[in-house]
């Protein structure tokens, strides 16, 4: 059984910075594509980014390019997605998923089987 837990959400100011965390066990993250989501309140559950298995070739929304850094460490088996320069419309519930495929072509939900319970996070202004 797969399970994804996340951690590292929280309450930040405009321009700050957080690491989320994904601690995977069921799936080895190095061979499979992780990606990243975000729900803000009333709003679709919408792509930030994902990393492929294998070389770890990472991918990116438009909105957190040059913000955002996702990365892993295979010997924890933990994804991780670095946030700066952090902007209050980036308040969201943020999920962790697994895929079944080694590369993810673009950015739907469909491709992942597997999803965390998600964790909270606020930019203030």
């Known amino acids: 059984q797969v399970q994804l837990v996340e951690s590292g959400g929280g309450l930040v100011q405009t321009g700050g910075s957080l690491r989320l965390s994904c601690a995977a066990s069921?799936?080895?993250?190095?061979?499979?594509?992780m990606g990243w989501f975000r729900q803000a309140p009333g709003k679709e559950r919408e792509f930030v980014a994902h990393?492929?298995?294998?070389?770890?070739?990472?991918f990116y929304a438009d909105f957190v390019k040059g913000r955002f850094t996702i990365s892993r460490d295979n010997a924890k088996n933990t994804v991780y997605l670095y946030m700066n320069s952090l902007k209050p419309e980036d308040t969201a519930v943020y999920y962790c998923?697994?895929?079944?495929?080694?590369?993810?072509?673009?950015?739907?939900?469909?491709?992942?089987?597997?999803w965390g319970q998600g964790t909270q996070v606020t930019v203030s202004s």
């Open positions: 990393i492929s298995g294998g070389e770890g070739i990472p």
């Open positions: 069921g799936r080895t993250v190095s061979s499979y594509a």
């Open positions: 998923a697994a895929s079944t495929y080694m590369m993810v072509v673009g950015t739907t939900s469909g491709p992942y089987d597997t």
